[in-house]
């Protein structure tokens, strides 16, 4: 686990959400507990949930990126590599 200004990030499956979401979980279980998410290619790609004042990064393999210059969008299916949690204030 890493601490960072704005949050805390980790790669190891140990730690997990308070819903037991965490790395190997498959991105359309993040879907269906916080709804469908933002692809976004800030700091590099990754999948992006709003959950109330915290937003959820979700990193997953860049060979699950489907990303073209009319679309991005990721394969449902691949697990998250890991996680950051930061906190909007």
Known sequence: ??????GISW?????????GLGVGSPLYVFDR???RDNVTPD???KVQYVVGETVVN???NPACYLV??????VNRKCQ???????IRS
């Open 33 to 35: 507990q916080y709804g």
């Open 68 to 73: 073209t210059a009319e679309t991005q969008d």
């Open 80 to 86: 998250a590599i890991s996680l950051w949690f930061m």
């Open 11 to 19: 790669k190891d499956r140990a730690f997990r959400t308070v819903e």
């Open 43 to 45: 700091e590099g790609y």
């Open 1 to 6: 686990m890493r601490r960072h200004w704005s």
């Open 58 to 60: 979700v990193f997953v």
